[in-house]
Structure formats: structure tokens, C-alpha cells
């Protein structure tokens, strides 16, 4: 199974004051990816609405971006790399956006609510 | 307080009209439920100064939903999808990046689902008489039964746009007999949907469920409902407080469903606390108003010349004409002192000087004389009351005029002065309970140029 993760989705669902330092709770949610890609094999790829400045670099999961900030544009990304992909059905969507998870099930992946999400590579973190 | 500007925001490609007021230091939403139309909103005292007040201490942003008011009148596109969609394209173009939600009735539905599905964008959430189910379910049996929703629709389409319509009596009990918010509610309902349209939003929404978001939600959560909502049955908010993890559950006094009616400082206390942490707005909000006393000269022995029976019929011919002028001249009624009237105007203070010129010349077309006393100042709000200084002063302006006369504290004249009117220069007077002498004017004559 491959995921495709909507970054900020998965950021929001914990108010732990990320807003006050959005790079870093981007800096956190790859490292918390890369620890639960490392323990499953699980192959990641997270997606922001821009790319993060400074850029975040990992050797074990994705870190994409939109090529401009926008408007819905990590959904759009999201969407163009499951149209893009050979095999939309090997991929889960985490999302809790019902709109981007029509999308993506239209284009024959699965979705996974954010929450959810963020429990479960939490849990592995221990 | 006159509306802000009205923009429009892009949702795909329908056109959302929205507001943004305020400068605090957070973003609020708010979500006024089945109808809007957000330049009427502002035209009701009550209304303008329950979202002033929000706007105290936020950036306030508001807008009509597709399918009513300003925004794009397509009730056939109209669902809970296309509102959270519509509600983030207005964030977006108001570059609002995180906001607080209040919500109000329908409004709750779709900020249940922004919360849920959207908690990056979402920082708080405030549900007021919020609704996140329509109809009745054998597990949410306060709610209305579909024949009984569907008389209640066929009620309020069969008088929709009438000011005589029964609908405020459940929503507004406290003032459903006050003619000015009736004018003003069925206007704003005739600005907002033809009764076909209406019919389709309400039967649209009769299906509305987000029961399933509730436990989805993260962000911090405030529901508050008022024990005796004539209109909305308090279980509809203890439900979304048990189903909300951590939601903070505030229980008000009073019957009335509008939040901006009733005792509307309590419900912006709250939600200041919730979002800011502490009440700044309970110091009362202040204006620069020019307020105006008018009173009948000789009441007592005209009324006994002419008889009780005569004197009262005169008398509400009287109150008629003065409340037909302020209209013309967008006074506002603040009430009757004795046979007379408090009011106030915002904006120049020409307006008032033309209404009580009008008014002098209504009321002798009656037979009869008033005085006036005008002082242009900063007023404290209280409710729909105003108090502070400046009333004080403009009373005892109206206490030195004589039968006919139009005065005013210097102020007013130092506003105007230039313009159409002529003055007399009173000399200056110490007013009792005001430190200083002032000095006052009498408006001689009517307006060089016609009014």
C-alpha cells in the first residue's frame, strides 16, 4: 500500500499551537512519517499546499508540494498524482476532506480519515 | 453602523458576496443560517451592533450562501458540499488562513463539517443554537417530524416577506410586537429568497445530517444555547456538546432565538472569552452620535383644553410623524421621553438638523408646538439605549429652548457651520451637571436651499 498524505490536513487535527510555528509542525509530521515508514515499509509521500522554505528533506518518505500556493492546491496536487499514477488503486488518501476524498475515490484510490491517520503513526512512534 | 464594503468571492464559478469588518487579531466566520442578505443585516439596530461588537475583537467575515442574497441565486446547486466549499472560497479571498467558526441554526451544519473535514483551516468553534440535524430520528426525537416541518414551511411561505408574519413570535418572542424589527426581518427575507426559493431551501435542508462529523472534531468547541429557544429546542446543542470530545457546554438565560436580540452582550461575552481568553466588551461599546431631545411645548394645558380623548388621539398622530421623519432622515428611535422623543443619528449631523425642522413643521400642521435640543457627542451603547455625557447635555439644551425653538450646543454648530442653515447665536449657558458654560444656538429659519 502506498499513501498519499494531504500534509496540513493531518497537521490540523492536533491544536497544538502548530499555527505559531508552521514550518516546524511540517518538520514534525516528516519526522513523525519517516519513523512509521522506517517501522512498516510503508511508502510515503506528503504533500503541502507550497513548498516548505527552508525545504524539508527526507530520505525515507516524499515530501511534495504544489508548485505554487493556492487555492485547494495540495488537493489539486494530490489529485494530479493519482491521475499520473499507473496504479491509483495501490494508494490510500489521508484526508479528511470529503470533497478530495470524492476525488481521489473517483480516481480509484482508497481514503483514510486524517485522524485516524495521525493516531495510528503515533502509536507506532512508541 | 453601515455595512462594509461587499466583494465577492469565487467559488468555482459562483459568484459568493461577503463582508470583512473588524481588525482584531483573529479571524471569525460567521454562519447566520438558512437566509442572509449581509447589506440588510447591517440596516437593523440590533443586528449592526451584535456584529460591531464581534467585531471588536476580530476580523469579522460574513457572506449569503449560493442561493440567497447577494450570492449567486442558484438554490439547485445549494448542498452541504457546495456550502463548505463556498465558506472556504470566501476564507481564501478574505486571505484569511485559519479562522474561528459561529455558527447560528442551519449555519451549524456546515460549520460541524469545515471543523471536521478542515481543522488547518478552522481554529475555533463557536455553535450557537446551532443545529446538526433537521428532522426528526427515533434517537433525535425533539426535532420536528416531516409533516410537522412541512406546515411550518407552508407557514412561513404563505406570509414570507409580511411584515405581520407570525415567524418572529418563535424566533424573536421578545420583540416579535416591535414594528421595526418586523419591517426590517420581512425585508430581509424578500431580499434574500422569493418564497419559491425559500420553499427550496427549506425542503433542501429538511434532509441535513452531520450527526457523523461531531466526533471527527479537534478543535476547541463552545456550544451555547438559551434555556427557553422558542424556536430551536435546547437538546440540539446538548446533543452536539456530548458528541463534540471537550466541547464546553453554556447554558443562557432568555427565550430568544436570534442571537442579536435579547440579552445579544452575553452571547458576544462568551464567545469573546472562548476565543480571546478574556471580556474586553463588557466596557459598553461608544459612538459618535448627534443626539436629539424633542418635547411638546404646554402638553398639560393642551390636554385640557381639548380633552383626554382628543389629546391621546393627537398625541399618537403626533408620535406618527416624528416616527415617519426619523425614518426619512435615518434617525433612530431610542424612545419616548414623556410626550416626546430620545433619538440619535450617526453620520453628519445635517440629517438631524433637517429632521427637526420637519418635525417642528409636522407638528404644527397638528396644532401643536414642539422644542428640540440637539448635541452632537460621544454615547455609550447600552443595548438599544444610549447613556453618557453627551445625552446629559443634549437634555439640557432642550430644557433652555422656548416653544418652536431648535437648539443646539455649540458642537453641532461647529459641525455644519457653512452649510444651508442660519443660526442664532444664544449666548453662552451653564448646564446643570456639565462642568463649563457652553455656548448655544438656535436654527432660525428652515434650510436656505429646500430639504
Known amino acids: 500500500m502506498r499513501w498519499l498524505v494531504d500534509g496540513m490536513n493531518v497537521i490540523g487535527t492536533r491544536p497544538d499551537a502548530w499555527w505559531r510555528d508552521r514550518h516546524g509542525a511540517m518538520v514534525s509530521l516528516v519526522g513523525l512519517l519517516e519513523q512509521w515508514a522506517a517501522h512498516s515499509g510503508a511508502d510515503v509521500t506528503v504533500v503541502f499546499e507550497k513548498p516548505p522554505r527552508p525545504p524539508i528533506r527526507s530520505t525515507v518518505v516524499v515530501v511534495a508540494a504544489a508548485p505554487r500556493a493556492g487555492r485547494d492546491s495540495a488537493d489539486d496536487e494530490i489529485v494530479r498524482l493519482l491521475l499520473s499514477d499507473p496504479e491509483p488503486g495501490a494508494i490510500r488518501v489521508v484526508t479528511s476532506d470529503h470533497w478530495l476524498g470524492d476525488r481521489a475515490r473517483a480516481a480509484g484510490a482508497s481514503v483514510e480519515p486524517a485522524s485516524a491517520f495521525r493516531s495510528l503513526i503515533e502509536t507506532r512512534e512508541q | 453602523m453601515s455595512a462594509p464594503a461587499t466583494r465577492y468571492a469565487l467559488s468555482g464559478d459562483v459568484s459568493i458576496a461577503y463582508h470583512v469588518t473588524g481588525d482584531g487579531p483573529l479571524d471569525l466566520l460567521f454562519l447566520p443560517g438558512w437566509i442572509s442578505q449581509i447589506e440588510h443585516l447591517w440596516e437593523s439596530p440590533a443586528v449592526s ?121 418563535l424566533l424573536a418572542p421578545s420583540m416579535a410586537t416591535d414594528p421595526g424589527l418586523g419591517v426590517w426581518f420581512a425585508r430581509m427575507q424578500r431580499l434574500a429568497a422569493s418564497p419559491a426559493e425559500a420553499r427550496m431551501i427549506f425542503t433542501r435542508g429538511a434532509e441535513l445530517d452531520v450527526r457523523d462529523a461531531l466526533a471527527d472534531i479537534t478543535v476547541p468547541t463552545l456550544v451555547l444555547h438559551r434555556r427557553e429557544d422558542t424556536a430551536w429546542d435546547v437538546r440540539h446543542s446538548l446533543y452536539i456538546a456530548e458528541h463534540v470530545p471537550g466541547a464546553r457546554y453554556v447554558e443562557l438565560d432568555g427565550k430568544d432565538s436570534f442571537p442579536f436580540v435579547g440579552d445579544s452582550d452575553a452571547i458576544v461575552e462568551e464567545v469573546e472569552e472562548f476565543l480571546t481568553g478574556g471580556r474586553t466588551s463588557s466596557e459598553p461599546a461608544r459612538a459618535l452620535l448627534t443626539v436629539m431631545f424633542t418635547d411638546i411645548v404646554d402638553a398639560t394645558q393642551t390636554a385640557a383644553r381639548i380633552g383626554d380623548g382628543r389629546w391621546r388621539d393627537l398625541l399618537a398622530q403626533h408620535d406618527i410623524q416624528v416616527r415617519v421623519e426619523l425614518a426619512r432622515f435615518a434617525g433612530r428611535e431610542v424612545k419616548t421621553v414623556g410626550d416626546g422623543f430620545l433619538a440619535v443619528f450617526d453620520g453628519p449631523p445635517s440629517r438631524g438638523l433637517r429632521c427637526a425642522l420637519a418635525i417642528r413643521q409636522a407638528a404644527r400642521e397638528l396644532g401643536i408646538e414642539v422644542r428640540v435640543g440637539m448635541h452632537t457627542g460621544e454615547c455609550e451603547l447600552i443595548g438599544e439605549d444610549v447613556g453618557g455625557m453627551a445625552v446629559h447635555i443634549a437634555a439640557r439644551v432642550l430644557g433652555l429652548a422656548g416653544p418652536g425653538e431648535i437648539y443646539m450646543s455649540g458642537t453641532v454648530f461647529g459641525t455644519v457651520v457653512g452649510g444651508p442653515f442660519s443660526f442664532e447665536d444664544m449666548g453662552s449657558h451653564e448646564l446643570k451637571g456639565v462642568p463649563g458654560r457652553w455656548p448655544v444656538f438656535s436654527l432660525s429659519g428652515g434650510v436656505e436651499r429646500g430639504y
Open chain 2, 49 to 169: 451592533r451584535f456584529l460591531q461588537r464581534l467585531s471588536l475583537f476580530s476580523r469579522l467575515i460574513l457572506f449569503d450562501r449560493r442561493g440567497t442574497g447577494l450570492s449567486e441565486r442558484i438554490v439547485e446547486s445549494q448542498s452541504l458540499e457546495t456550502d463548505v466549499r463556498d465558506a472556504l472560497a470566501v476564507l481564501d479571498a478574505a486571505g484569511s488562513e485559519r479562522a474561528a467558526l459561529l455558527a447560528y441554526a442551519q449555519g451549524g451544519t456546515v460549520a460541524a463539517r469545515l471543523a471536521a473535514e478542515h481543522p488547518q483551516r478552522v481554529g475555533a468553534l463557536v455553535m450557537y443554537a446551532a443545529i446538526t440535524r433537521m428532522g426528526w430520528a427515533p434517537d433525535y426525537d425533539w426535532a420536528l417530524k416531516p409533516d410537522e416541518r412541512e406546515e411550518l414551511t407552508e407557514r412561513n411561505i404563505a406570509t414570507w416577506g409580511d411584515p405581520a408574519a407570525p415567524a418572529l413570535t
